[in-house]
């Protein structure tokens, strides 16, 4: 799919990936064992079939599945990371285009600064990688909108990763 909308407006298109939220994972009864790992996995094998390369998905319960997407001309499309711990914006670092986050201005700082450190250990330029800081903001004319706020808020503070709450010195126990 993200060859074809590449296709429709060469250059245009952006591809933002990310694992997704723990909680919602767990709802659907997906395991995410490894999340870097996987990450890692799906931006190689998307940049082989853009290629025109044949890859080999190896599903837990099932045999090794050889793909391809049959491209008459390789594509190269950016990949943006959606990520919040220390690993995966190091990934960001290493082997994105872009990565996309989102928190307090202490959070960003120090998410920068560890995607411009990976990039240059993996030999890229830290400019190679474009930083999305998006700032999530809800506006409303409800009687009871800060209430919903409030559950929101505590719905992604719930699901933030213990790794991201350490970057930001916040007590597990206070969450």
């Not at 499309?77 to 994105?96: K, Y």
Request: glycine share 8%.
């Amino acid at each position: 799919a993200a060859a074809s909308l590449h296709d429709l407006r060469p250059g245009s298109f952006v591809l933002g990936i990310g694992i997704g939220g723990m909680q919602d994972l767990r709802r659907l009864g997906i395991a995410v064992e490894r999340p870097v790992t996987m990450l890692r996995d799906a931006i190689r094998n998307l940049r082989a079939l853009w290629m025109g390369e044949e890859v080999s998905l190896e599903f837990v319960e099932d045999e090794p599945v050889v793909v391809s997407i049959n491209r008459r001309t390789p594509v190269s499309i950016p990949i943006f990371l959606g990520v919040r711990g220390p690993q995966m914006l190091r990934l960001a670092g290493e082997l994105a285009d872009g990565v996309i986050i989102s928190g307090s201005a202490q959070y960003i700082e120090r998410a920068i600064r560890r995607v411009k450190e990976a990039a240059r250990s993996a030999h890229r330029q830290a400019r190679d990688v474009e930083i999305v800081v998006w700032i999530p903001v809800m506006t409303t004319n409800m009687p009871n909108g800060d209430a919903l706020a409030k559950r929101i808020v505590a719905t992604v503070i719930g699901d933030t990763p213990r790794s991201v709450l350490d970057m930001l010195d916040i007590d597990q126990e206070c969450v």
